[in-house]
C-alpha cells in the first residue's frame, strides 16, 4: 500500500545538513519525494511510497539531523503523486 505525507518544519537546521540528512535517509528507506528551503524559512519535505517506508521516515523528517533545534512540524497527508526518486530542490 502506498502513502504520501509533507511536512512543514520550523526551527534552527544548516540547510545543507538537515537536506542530506534527509535525502540519506529516503535513499535507505526507498521513500520518493524532494525537499526544498521555502521563503519563510520552513522547509518543506513531501516523501511517499511504501506504507512501512513512510512511517519510518517520518520522525526522520521531525526530528532531523543532530544539532538541529526543531520548534515546530506541520504534518499532513496528501494524495499519492508518483514521484520517481528524491530530490533536494532549490527555489
Known amino acids: 500500500m502506498k502513502k504520501s ?3 512543514f518544519v ?3 537546521v544548516q540547510p545543507v545538513f538537515f537536506n542530506g540528512f534527509i535525502k540519506n535517509n ?3 528507506l526507498g521513500v520518493n519525494g ?3 528551503s521555502l521563503e519563510d524559512g520552513r522547509i518543506e519535505i513531501f516523501i ?3 506504507i512501512d517506508a513512510v ?3 517520518a520522525p526522520l523528517c521531525k526530528r532531523g539531523p543532530e544539532h538541529s533545534i526543531i520548534r515546530k ?3 499532513r497527508e496528501e ?3 508518483g514521484f520517481e526518486g528524491f530530490k533536494v530542490l532549490k527555489i
Open 5 to 7: 505525507m509533507r511536512f
Open 10 to 12: 520550523t526551527g534552527s
Open 26 to 28: 529516503a535513499d535507505k
Open 34 to 36: 524532494f525537499i526544498r
Open 48 to 50: 511517499e511510497g511504501n
Open 55 to 57: 512511517y519510518k521516515m
Open 73 to 75: 512540524v506541520e504534518e
Open 79 to 81: 494524495r499519492y503523486q
